[in-house]
């Protein structure tokens, strides 16, 4: 994956001029990254092909449910943020992302929740200053 991905932006930011190093043109950045990310999938890849490597343990197996959880509550987000404002979508993020750890506890979540909105409205809406409905859109009019 590292390979592919690596010399896909690689050779597609070659249609724009590379430039050099001291006058970096549209295609350095692109090229420099997706090669050093190619170079990474040939260690890798390498390295899982050595003989006597570690203990040749199986992939665990993966889990899709928090994976699911966690995927769904940024849709929820997406869904919920017109109607629903800001600071209610993240406490709303949080909680549902959270059911997906069987660590999971109430009061932690809860503050959790209460200190990414305070955090995201402080970066977003007051540092960044973007126009996202923040307060319900009951309670906006």
């Known amino acids: 994956m590292f390979i592919v991905l690596g010399?896909?932006?690689?050779?597609?930011?070659?249609?724009?001029?590379?430039?050099?190093a001291q006058r970096m043109g549209p295609a350095f950045f692109p090229t420099v990254l997706g090669?050093?990310?190619?170079?990474?999938?040939?260690?890798?890849?390498?390295?899982?092909?050595?003989?006597?490597?570690?203990?040749?343990?199986?992939?665990?197996?993966?889990?899709?449910?928090?994976?699911?959880?966690?995927?769904?509550?940024?849709?929820?987000?997406?869904?919920?943020?017109?109607?629903?404002?800001?600071?209610?979508?993240?406490v709303i993020l949080v909680i549902i992302s959270s059911m997906g750890s069987h660590e999971m506890r109430w009061k932690e979540v809860v503050g959790l929740s209460v200190g990414m909105a305070v955090l995201t409205y402080l970066v977003f809406i007051v540092g960044l200053k973007m126009t996202i409905p923040v307060l319900p859109a009951f309670m906006s009019n």
């Open 35 to 90: 090669g050093l990310l190619a170079l990474i999938g040939v260690i890798v890849l390498l390295k899982g092909l050595a003989p006597g490597g570690e203990d040749d343990h199986l992939v665990e197996k993966f889990h899709f449910g928090p994976l699911a959880w966690v995927l769904g509550s940024v849709i929820v987000f997406g869904a919920t943020l017109r109607w629903a404002g800001f600071v209610v979508s993240m």
């Open 7 to 20: 010399l896909f932006f690689a050779l597609f930011a070659q249609n724009y001029d590379l430039g050099t």
